[in-house]
């Protein structure tokens, strides 16, 4: 039923802008944030998650679905297409730079879908494709071109388009809307003057210009800790904030999107499987290719998704990579089925790459990144907030030296530790009574490691799974006992 030995084929491109469209469609999850994104009425929306989270999918999934439309012109590119270049900090000159390309190649896209230019209006948009290669030039055009020589010195005047703000004003006014799908703005984003200029006044040209022509509609993405690092910098950006929809996967999301990676497979290779019932469908189609459920986290049985969910740190580009690393050892060793031994058994060579990935996703932050996270190699995976805090102060940082954007002078422990927590590095985690335990991330309580009366509200700390092999980290399973113990004794007292 499965070729373990293709993984490709069954889990598909890890990025979604370079897969097939079939494919992609096969598998695509109906998130809630598509219809925000379709819905006209809406002239900016921003998608803000950090990488592999799906910005670049959901983009792609908005401009398969407005092609559906024939009426509709699409322009789909990147900011490292239109970018300016310009030597300048002046926040101004950026804005009307990146203004004036992004018009032009507005005005492009339209005038290579005209067919017939009988206006002035008309005539500059043609020209304008033509000049920038979006259309072949006419038989006129190509004609007239050739026959200017020394001997036939023919003149034909087409006069650069120096203001297509007005001309599009003109042109779109009571059209149908123009849709912009721009991605990829923050790409490479190093914590410069420069960079951040460039990023901030991006956001401020797009508002701008759906301001002046009410036609267009904006649909671009930003990665949280780049808008955190640009955001204080330029008051305009508060205006866009509105704009922004925060895109994150819950359990139930990953275990839909698992199933219809299965379910893609299925029905692009011609195979059929009917399940018991519509509840239990994500399960089921999980379970023919997953060992379902399996032994996780000390609680007994629980289903694979949820072992997944936490390994890839919720993000799907990371579950692709490691289900196709899992599906490598399971036909290796000629299982049928991915078994979650499959996926600790390739934690090594995960790992790795996630820490690569950390360093290079916020070294923009803090540029001794690397030695942060390489201090912690051969401590304790689990630590209570005096710990932690002891441990950054002891080992981690004297051979840092770190700086942290936001954080003046030489950080302290407690704001090292509250930026590896807002990075995902570390969990809090609040034992239950109970024996059974929750994980609490930054965007649930980014506020901890905060306060000074009460900087941990009783949880303690654990560095994400998906970095304890790497980092040879010491498994401290009985840890939360002693947590309690401690805090136990201390209310005694």
Known sequence: MFSLDDPDQIFGNEAAEDEDIDK???YAVDRPEINR???ADKPLQIVR???????SALLRLIELQLKANDDIIIIRTTGQALSPSIDSNDSDEWVRAWKTNILRNIASEIGAKINY???DDAISLVEEAERNSYKERSFVSAVFDRLRTSE???????????NPERVLQRWLGNKAPVWMILDDIDQNFQNTPRYKIKVASCFIAVRQIFGQIPEFRFRLCVRPNVWASIKPDYEALSNVEQYMVNLSWDVDSFEEMLARRVEGYLQTSGQKFIGSGENARNSEYISLLFENPVAWGGAGLRPMHVALHTISRHRPRWLVEICKLAAIKANEARREKITLEDVLGQMDEFGQRRIEDTIA??????PQIESLIVGFADQPERFTTDELLRTIKNRVQPGALAKIEGVIGTPSAKEIAHFLYSIGFLSARRDMQSGEYEHISFDKRPNLLRSESNVDEG??????????RTLRLKNVESKSEKIRAQRSGKRKS
């Not at 998650?49 to 910005?55: C, H, N, P, T, V």
């Not at 949880?459 to 970095?467: G, K, L, R």
């Open 361 to 366: 996703e916020f070294k923009s932050q803090c």
């Open 459 to 468: 949880v303690s700390w654990e560095i994400h799974p998906v970095f304890r």
């Open 117 to 119: 230019a009988f206006t």
């Open 24 to 26: 992609l469609l096969s």
């Open 152 to 162: 036939v010195p023919l003149e034909r005047s087409r006069p650069l388009m120096e």
């Open 49 to 55: 998650a950090f990488k592999g989270e799906g910005k």
């Open 37 to 39: 994104f379709l819905n």
